[in-house]
């Protein structure tokens, strides 16, 4: 079954998406290379200034068969942004410039979300979380 939206729909979907992403970051792509003892992680140049909305989603874990509650640390990004995971993501910031999550920290996972058509957004999990 097709989209209930078109790629015409999609473009302004996503024009209009970026209103929300108040936030911006800062992203090192990171590389991995097996140097024969192990992987080592090469950075690259940090790209500033990238839209985000930062947000800690609440997520249940389960470890040793306890549930918690942790507060994950997430970015919704627009859907032609290049992270990663293994990415580092730093400088996290408000529209007022205050610092929102200093970092760095390394990107888990990325979810895009396609909705009723192509996909409009991804959302990046960070690594970490507070226990509450």
Do not use: F, W
Not at 77 to 97: E, F, Q
């Amino acid at each position: 079954m097709a989209g209930l939206i078109g790629a015409a729909e999609a473009t302004s979907i996503r024009a209009a998406l970026g209103l929300l992403l108040v936030h911006t970051y800062t992203r090192t792509p990171v590389t991995s290379a097996d140097q024969g003892y192990g992987d080592e992680d090469t950075p690259g140049t940090p790209m500033t200034g990238q839209p985000c909305k930062y947000a800690a989603s609440m997520r249940v874990r389960l470890t040793n068969g306890d549930r918690m509650v942790v507060a994950v640390p997430t970015l919704t990004v627009k859907a032609d942004d290049p992270i990663k995971p293994g990415d580092d993501v730093s400088s996290v910031l408000d529209s007022d410039g205050n610092i929102l999550l200093a970092g760095p920290i390394r990107v888990y996972d990325v979810q895009a979300s396609a909705g009723l058509g192509p996909t409009l957004k991804k959302t990046a999990i960070l690594q970490g979380g507070d226990i509450t």
